[in-house]
């Protein structure tokens, strides 16, 4: 069994910057690709970036690329998501992901593990 247990999350004004950190614990040698998702009041839960293993590839979401950067560190088992640009739309449950297959992907059901989330918000 994995754990993933995420941080970092908080309120902030727009324009501003938070840094989401994901550490993994357990059978962590189970894990490959990771990912960010998050979820909204009243709204599904969408990707948001995902990363393999070796980091080669990372995929986003186009409401946040260039504003996000997903990155990981393997010796630490920890995954973070480095938000700029923060809007008030952005505001949400972030979870993070892990999945047993190798690669990335956009796909929420591909993913084995999940954290319990971290709420961020962003205010106008």
């Known amino acids: 069994q994995v754990q993933l247990v995420e941080s970092g999350g908080g309120l902030v004004q727009a324009g501003g910057s938070l840094r989401l950190s994901c550490a993994a614990s357990g059978r962590t040698d189970n894990t490959n690709g990771m990912g960010w998702f998050r979820q909204a009041p009243g709204k599904e839960r969408e990707f948001v970036a995902t990363?393999?293993?070796?980091?080669?590839?990372?995929y986003y979401a186009d409401s946040v690329k260039g504003r996000f950067t997903i990155s990981r560190d393997n010796a630490k088992y920890t995954v973070f998501l480095q938000m700029n640009s923060l809007k008030p739309e952005d505001t949400a449950v972030y979870y993070c992901?892990?999945?047993?297959?190798?690669?990335?992907?956009?796909?929420?059901?591909?993913?084995?593990?999940w954290g319990q989330g971290t709420q961020v918000t962003v205010s106008s």
């Open positions: 992901a892990a999945r047993i297959s190798y690669g990335s992907s956009r796909d929420a059901h591909e993913y084995d593990y």
């Open positions: 990363i393999s293993w070796g980091s080669s590839v990372r």
